[in-house]
Nanobody, 120 residues
Framework: QVQLVESGGGLVQAGGSLRLSCAASGRTISSYIMGWFRQAPGKERDIVARISWNGGSTYYANSVKGRFTISRDNAKNTVYLQMNSLKPEDTAVYYC?????????????WGQGTQVTVSS
């Protein structure tokens, strides 16, 4: 089982940027599909972005397309989420997740989450 630890969250004004990091341990992430999810208060956890094993394929939720970029550095066993042009509605706990199966398969390993708060 891979262990995941997110960092980089915080408080930022609308229009600002943050970069989240997800450091993995226990296993190399090169054999995992990696993803970022978020959960706002009172809402379900939704996928934000997904990236394939070598970074060649990515998926973004419509709400973040063009503003967020997911990337990975398998040598550093780390996944990133660059978030630009942040909006108050981006406020949520952001989770990193790993999926050892197919590209659109379920994610079985999760981090503890990092809070992102965007003020208006």
């Amino acid at each position: 089982q891979v262990q995941l630890v997110e960092s980089g969250g915080g408080l930022v004004q609308a229009g600002g940027s943050l970069r989240l990091s997800c450091a993995a341990s226990g296993r190399t992430i090169s054999s995992y599909i990696m993803g970022w999810f978020r959960q706002a208060p009172g809402k379900e956890r939704d996928i934000v972005a997904r990236i394939s094993w070598n970074g060649g394929s990515t998926y973004y939720a419509n709400s973040v397309k063009g503003r967020f970029t997911i990337s990975r550095d398998n040598a550093k066993n780390t996944v990133y989420l660059q978030m630009n042009s942040l909006k108050p509605e981006d406020t949520a706990v952001y989770y990193c997740a790993a999926n050892r199966g197919s590209y659109y398969g379920p994610f079985g390993s999760w981090g503890q989450g990092t809070q992102v708060t965007v003020s208006s």
